[in-house]
């Protein structure tokens, strides 16, 4: 099984719909984090959690909300989909007790969400 | 602000061959990581390697090592005796110390493997 899990793995939807992307983990990490990839560029991110009492706004936050239900799940929300939403998402976890500073970031294998 | 140029779109190489995949960074801060990530057509990311920015040896794993020059703020991959499973996207990120936790990824070069 695959210590960090994104479901659903590919979803196509309309303009304006409430959309929910989850992510869980058997890795025990306190960190979790959500980007997005568009086409042919690097993953930027969207939101991050230190621990469950804690989300912070990344780097494209704007129409996307989260919630850490707990130290194993972490779900992004787009309230109103809209199409230039179109993109590879993907859900990745660290502990700092793996490297310390330079713990790597391990990543879910990506939702693929088209909007219409 | 941190930004990662890998200014290779794509590239060519032969089976067997070695083959490096450029990567530039530019930060102001003293404490830093590098990383480099891979992702072939299934789409999922795989971490390969990392290096401190005080780390005095270049980073090596296996097939992988990085080729860091602090001084001209590169932080090279080399991928030696290529195989075919290497054809992939590959993407440089650095996390800086005083920016929390976040990763910031380069756009990607795209490695082509030849039979």
């Known amino acids: 099984d695959a210590d960090v899990t994104q479901t659903p793995r590919n979803r196509i939807t309309k303009t304006g719909k409430r959309i929910m992307l989850e992510c869980s983990q058997t890795?025990?990490?306190?960190?979790m984090y959500w980007y997005r990839q568009d086409p042919g560029l690097g993953l930027r991110l969207i939101y991050y959690s230190f621990d469950v009492k804690d989300i912070n706004k990344g780097e494209i936050s704007d129409g996307y909300s989260v919630s850490r239900q707990a130290q194993a799940k972490f779900s992004l929300s787009l309230e109103s989909a809209i199409p230039n939403q179109t993109a590879l998402y993907f859900c990745?976890?660290?502990?700092?007790?793996?490297?310390?500073?330079?713990?790597?970031?391990?990543f879910g294998d990506g939702t693929r969400l088209s909007i219409l | 602000a941190q930004k990662i140029t890998q200014t290779q779109p794509g590239m060519f190489v032969q089976e067997k061959e070695a083959v490096t995949l450029d990567c530039t960074y530019d930060?102001?801060?003293?404490?830093?990581?590098l990383f480099w990530y891979k992702q072939p057509s299934s789409g999922e990311m795989i971490f390969l390697i990392y290096q401190g920015s005080y780390d005095e040896q270049n980073a090596t794993e296996g097939r992988y090592s990085l080729n860091f020059q602090k001084a001209r703020k590169s932080a090279n991959l080399v991928i030696s005796a290529s195989q075919l499973g290497d054809s992939a996207m590959y993407f440089c990120?650095?996390?800086?110390?005083?920016?929390?936790?976040?990763?910031?990824f380069g756009g990607g070069t795209r490695l082509m493997v030849k039979p």
């Open positions: 990745a976890t660290s502990d700092p007790r793996d490297g310390g500073f330079n713990q790597p970031q391990h």
């Open positions: 990120a650095m996390r800086v110390q005083n920016a929390g936790n976040m990763l910031t």
């Open positions: 930060t102001s801060d003293q404490s830093y990581g």
């Open positions: 890795k025990g990490h306190d960190r």
